[in-house]
């Protein structure tokens, strides 16, 4: 009865810290986006609209922490040297618990990034999935009319309710141990036909890294 105890309690404690490690980020901003996070079939959590949404819509900005390329090698890739506020951010993360592997870092071009691995400073974008056939576009860019970093989507085409949000992560996303490397496929229709022009997108993986975007209007 003991031992029967003692496992029960055991599986209570790992079945909360389980629970505690999945807590959605920002479930309040997704709703007030008239967004869902839920499961979605093998991708993990996804963004489902809980709305019609037209095509050119603004779906939502993609929220986190916005650092420069120096920044991102030296915390992510250990390449060059740590500045002070490098080892305190390190630091942060370790005594928050929060990962330092780039799974979510989107550049926005110009050496910018924003990374919303840290639930402290992400959004519910950060759950938007990949699709080939995506029903969302990304817009990025170095500066918005307000001087600061941007990175949106927009609805590609008219979108139901109970859709899951998904945009085209890019073909280098999926490529295991490369350096992050640009292309330029201004030619795509699908870049063509985008609501706001776009003359190319960089995608990439940072040797090293968890799975990495790298996303960037030219």
Known sequence: EWVLGFAMCAASALFMLAHVAHVVVDVEGARRAGMI???SPGKGLGAFTTVPRAF???LGDYGG??????AKDARFLGVGERTAEDVAWLASREARGVTVNGEYILGVGGGIFICAEDPAFANWCRYINHDSRPNAWLKTL???IMGKPRAWFVAAR?????EEICFDYGPDFWIHETPVESANIAG??????SVVPATGIDTGRASGVSPATYLSTL
């Open 158 to 162: 008219d979108i139901e309710p109970g």
């Open 56 to 58: 050119g819509d603004v």
């Open 37 to 39: 996070i839920r499961p």
């Open 65 to 70: 922490e916005v650092m420069d390329e120096r």
């Open 188 to 193: 795509d229709p699908l870049l063509k036909n």
């Open 142 to 144: 170095p500066k918005d």
